[in-house]
């Protein structure tokens, strides 16, 4: 998934499906960067067995902020805090997901 925010200046790019084939980490990163077609992309956060939510600010200072935890409810809270709490102004989502459960017995 690609989601260009223009008026917000952040780009981001998802690369879920290389976990959810069982890829480790690494290669999961190592894809999102080649997809991202940037100078300088880099991983910032990875989610694995949990939920995740970024949110940006609309003004103000601060960047994307990110939010894990067991429910999408309270990772989009952690996002939202953080955004606010790093200067941001009329913070909003602009992802939230859950990974596919995996037991590993």
Do not use: H
């Not at 960047?63 to 996002?79: H, L, Q, R, W, Y």
């Amino acid at each position: 998934m690609d989601q260009d925010l223009g008026r917000s200046g952040f780009r981001f790019q998802w690369c879920l499906r290389s976990l959810r084939w069982g890829r480790s980490k690494r290669d999961a990163a190592a894809e999102a960067v080649g997809l991202c077609g940037a100078v300088g992309c880099k991983v910032d956060f990875t989610y694995y067995n949990q939920c995740a939510a970024v949110y940006v600010p609309k003004t103000g200072r601060g960047g994307a902020s990110f939010g894990s935890s067991v429910t999408i409810e309270k990772a989009e809270e952690i996002a939202s805090n953080r955004c606010a709490t790093d200067g941001g102004i009329g913070c909003y989502k602009v992802y939230s997901a859950c990974t596919e459960p995996e037991f590993i017995p």
